[in-house]
Nanobody, 130 residues
Framework: QLQLVESGGGLVQPGGSLRLSCAASGFTLDYYAIGWFRQAPGKEREGVSCISSSGGMTNYADSVNGRFTCFRDNARNTVYLQMNSLKPEDTAVYYC???????????????????????WGQGTQVTVSS
């Protein structure tokens, strides 16, 4: 069974940091682009970051660029999202997703649109508040 599981969310004060993990079971992550997304209450799910299968390409939403870093550890079959300088507007449920079946797009394929992804985790809550 293919499964993605996010972890690492929690409550943090503004200016703090969290590291989210996206672990895969049932398949090997390093063949696929992995995206991070978030959804705040009453808002649409939005793309935050992505990393290509090779790890050589990453993209970030303007709202997180310079504060968030996405990287992968293929030996652990896990992708991470390091979040620094967190702001209250970063509060949301964070999801990771895999773009399965799109390896033909190349090792630098790294989209940030939700429709490009077809295997999703259950999400982890991040709350930034004092």
């Amino acid at each position: 069974q293919l499964q993605l599981v996010e972890s690492g969310g929690g409550l943090v004060q503004p200016g703090g940091s969290l590291r989210l993990s996206c672990a895969a079971s049932g398949f090997t992550l390093d063949y696929y682009a992995i995206g991070w997304f978030r959804q705040a209450p009453g808002k649409e799910r939005e793309g935050v970051s992505c990393i290509s299968s090779s790890g050589g390409m990453t993209n970030y939403a303007d709202s997180v660029n310079g504060r968030f870093t996405c990287f992968r550890d293929n030996a652990r079959n896990t992708v991470y999202l390091q979040m620094n300088s967190l702001k209250p507007e970063d509060t949301a449920v964070y999801y990771c997703a895999a773009a399965l079946g799109k390896s033909y797009r190349g090792s630098r394929y790294c989209p940030i649109e939700t429709y490009q992804y077809n295997s999703w985790g259950q999400g982890t809550q991040v709350t930034v508040s004092s």
